[in-house]
């Protein structure tokens, strides 16, 4: 048998340098498309419940899900990586469902507090985080005092600016949805703090980001349609959905979107954590703040104190969020991870060479994984469904600044092609 | 040696292992709290 070496083998200090800044890449990379995704759905605007447009995000989600994974290296690729450890298959599935209601209470906050406002709120989950991550997966063990600074800094700094956020909010809001609002946004938080604990099982596993999600959206879908039926009845939905025929495009692209940026966010938690890479995407919050004051005139009629809270706010969370993304891990805390990923492997019997190449981000038995006919028709299917959902699409009667919208969006393409790059040559979206 | 089929994820042995892991039933947990705020927030 070939010699194997073993997961807790320290890997060599010039790769994990290079790893730990691609995931950080990857972390900015995946604040700018989630950010944005919140966007389209604020062209939506009439009677449709929070349930049927998060349905109808998911429903956007499922067909990125799947033909971006069968685009970058195919659906046979991710056959095979899945077989080697297909426990994880379940633990997808959970954090899909999880997902689902995370998003449908992102949907209320931001109906009730605005979106300058929830986005903030929910991204409180880095702090949960960040407990997860050293308490479950050995991070930020042996990473020394200045490390810990920074981390621990960064999360109250964050939590300042949520806090100032909140305050802003209770001005903002009317009536008594304010209270609403901030519940939903905090509950999605807790809920997407605790979805990277499955994330990042199955990172230190060793899969690969493109496999894991394409099961997770079994569990999304499955989990909004369970939703959308018990809370508006069969009938009402399917009415509410063919009323919708206009604004499908808008939501069904917030939630491609969505994907591109969780797909970067997937590639930051697997090669700096989830107590760095989650921090590093949730600069996703200036991106929304970007495309709601900007392109969406949000907090216009508010007044100095308005801007100066949410601002102030802004600014602290990202401080801290930046505190955070410095304090990287050293190799003395990268072995501990190792521990932890040895640990997994041991635990569901997977193959120790399969963990060892997930953790240098390297392909595992390499082999030809070309695309096949079922990836094109995946890829196409997709397309046409967004054309013909384009050509039925109307825009509503929303004040958008559209030179804004188009230097936001060259941003993040610009990021997009970057990030795209530096994934293939360093690690071949292994 | 782990038989390389998909059905593994859901035999009975996966799931035993599954729902021995603590770290299992933190999300379980947590995801129906969220669905309870969910329901009462509707």
Redesign the interface.
């Known amino acids: 048998m070939a010699s194997v070496i073993a997961v807790r083998t320290p890997i060599l200090a010039s790769r994990l340098k290079i790893l730990q800044a691609l995931g950080v890449f990857c972390g900015f990379a995946a604040g700018a498309w989630l950010g944005g995704a919140e966007a389209p759905i604020k062209l939506v605007q009439g009677v449709i419940s929070p349930?049927t447009i998060s349905l109808i995000m998911v429903f956007g989600v499922f067909l990125a899900r799947w033909s971006i994974p069968a685009l970058i290296r195919g659906t046979s690729f991710v056959r095979k990586d899945?077989?080697?450890a297909?426990?994880?298959?379940?633990?997808g599935v959970?954090?899909g469902?999880?997902w689902a209601?995370?998003n449908?209470?992102t949907i209320?906050a931001i109906q009730d507090v605005g979106l300058s406002i929830a986005f903030p709120l929910w991204n409180t989950n880095s702090l949960l985080a960040i407990f997860?991550g050293f308490l479950?997966f050995n991070e930020l063990r042996h990473a020394g005092w200045r490390r810990w600074t920074g981390v621990i800094g960064g999360a109250l700094s964050m939590f300042g600016g949520a806090a100032l956020l909140a305050v802003a909010s209770s001005t903002h809001a009317l009536g008594g949805r304010a209270t609403?609002g901030v519940?939903?946004a905090l509950?999605?938080g807790?809920?997407w703090g605790?979805?990277y604990?499955?994330y990042r099982?199955a990172y230190l596993t060793g899969m690969n980001p493109l496999s894991l999600l394409t099961f997770f959206t079994f569990g999304e879908l499955g989990t909004m349609i369970v939703?959308a039926i018990s809370?508006r009845g069969t009938k009402a939905l399917w009415h509410e959905l063919v009323g919708a025929h206009g604004i499908l495009f808008w939501l069904m692209l917030g939630g491609f979107i969505w994907v591109i940026g969780d797909l970067f966010q997937q590639y930051a938690a697997k090669y700096v954590g989830i107590s760095r890479g989650v921090p590093l995407s949730n600069t996703n919050q200036l991106w929304g703040l970007l495309w709601g004051i900007l392109v969406f005139h949000e907090l216009r009629r508010g007044g100095h104190a308005l801007y100066a809270e949410v601002i102030g706010g802004s600014i602290l969370m990202t401080i801290g969020a930046v505190a955070i993304a410095l304090s990287s891990a050293t190799k003395q805390e990268h072995v501990r991870w190792q521990d932890a990923a040895e640990r997994e492997g041991k635990?569901?019997?997977?193959?120790q060479s399969y963990v060892r190449a997930g953790i240098e981000g390297k392909e595992f038995e390499g082999g030809e994984n070309r695309r096949t006919l079922l990836d094109w028709f995946l890829v196409a299917g997709v397309i046409a469904v967004f054309l013909a959902l384009a050509c039925m699409a109307r825009l509503p009667p929303v004040d958008v600044s559209w030179g804004w919208a188009a230097a936001i969006t060259l941003a993040m393409m610009t990021l997009l092609g970057g990030c795209m790059i530096a994934l293939w040559r360093i690690t071949r979206f292994n | 040696m782990k038989k390389e089929n998909y059905a593994n994820a859901f035999s009975v042995p996966s799931l035993i292992t599954i729902a021995r892991d603590v770290h299992f039933w933190i999300p379980l947990l947590v995801l129906l709290a969220g669905l309870l705020v969910l329901h009462m927030l509707r």
Request: proline letters at 5%.
């Open positions: 349930i899945v077989a080697k297909p426990h994880l298959v379940v633990w959970l954090a469902c999880m209601v995370a449908t209470l209320y997860w479950l609403h519940v939903a509950a999605a807790v809920l605790t979805m604990v499955p099982k939703l809370y635990k569901y019997g997977v193959e």
